[in-house]
T-cell receptor
């Protein structure tokens, strides 16, 4: 079992829909990261969380440390949000990230 | 402020050839990383460095070597390319490995034939 699991693996939605991507982890962490990767493109850091909730524009990230779970929400989704969203965790005591497999999001106009 | 710069963006190698993937950051980050991304898989750590002169193996180091002679540069060397090394390679940096945000390069798509 992977240390970081994302669901769903693939998600297709219509423009304007509210999107939720989930991330569960099984190890002690010092922080959780949400990353975005466009097709053929580089990786961009969206959020780094160690507790609570963060918001940036239409994107909201939450984390529940007790339940070892995080969610990434996109409100009023748009076709330009189509990308792979990756959850990664900074493991306590280690100098590295462990990555989930990513969620491929497609928003149709 | 360029962030993390990787070169080349694309490369095709023949089996047995060698090459160096270059990575430079201008943010004075202490920590630098090399990851590979295979289709349908999460990124895997190849090597990392916590500062100039210090490097350490990640999850998948076999077939690769690194050096960190300066804070800015962290090149990844493939000595004898194999088809299993066909992948997309990402360099990343952070100020603090545990709690700092990460900055990624744009990636190098390598094909070994």
């Amino acid at each position: 079992k992977n240390e970081v699991e994302q669901s769903p693996q693939n998600l297709t939605a219509q423009e304007g829909e509210f999107i939720t991507i989930n991330c569960s982890y099984s190890v002690g962490i010092s922080a959780l990261h949400w990353l975005q990767q466009h097709p053929g493109g580089g990786i961009v850091s969206l959020f780094m969380l160690s507790s609570g909730k963060k918001k940036h524009g239409r994107l909201i990230a939450t984390i529940n440390i007790q339940e070892k779970h995080s969610s990434l929400h996109i409100t009023a989704s748009h076709p330009r949000d189509s990308a792979v969203y990756i959850c990664a965790v900074s493991i306590q005591g280690a100098q590295k990230l462990v990555f989930g497999q990513g969620t491929r999001l497609t928003i149709n106009p | 402020n360029a962030g993390v710069t990787q070169t080349p963006k694309f490369r095709i190698l023949k089996i047995g050839q060698s090459m160096t993937l270059q990575c430079t950051q201008d943010m004075n980050h202490n920590y630098m990383y090399w990851y590979r991304q295979d289709p349908g898989m999460g990124l895997k750590l190849i090597y990392y460095s916590v500062g100039a002169g210090i490097t350490d193996k990640g999850e998948v180091p076999n077939g690769y070597n690194v050096s960190r002679s300066t804070t800015e540069d962290f090149p990844l060397r493939l000595e004898l390319a194999a088809p299993s090394q066909t992948s997309v390679y990402f360099c990343a940096s952070s100020y603090s490995g545990r709690e700092g945000g990460y900055t990624f390069g744009s990636g190098t798509r390598l094909t070994v034939v």
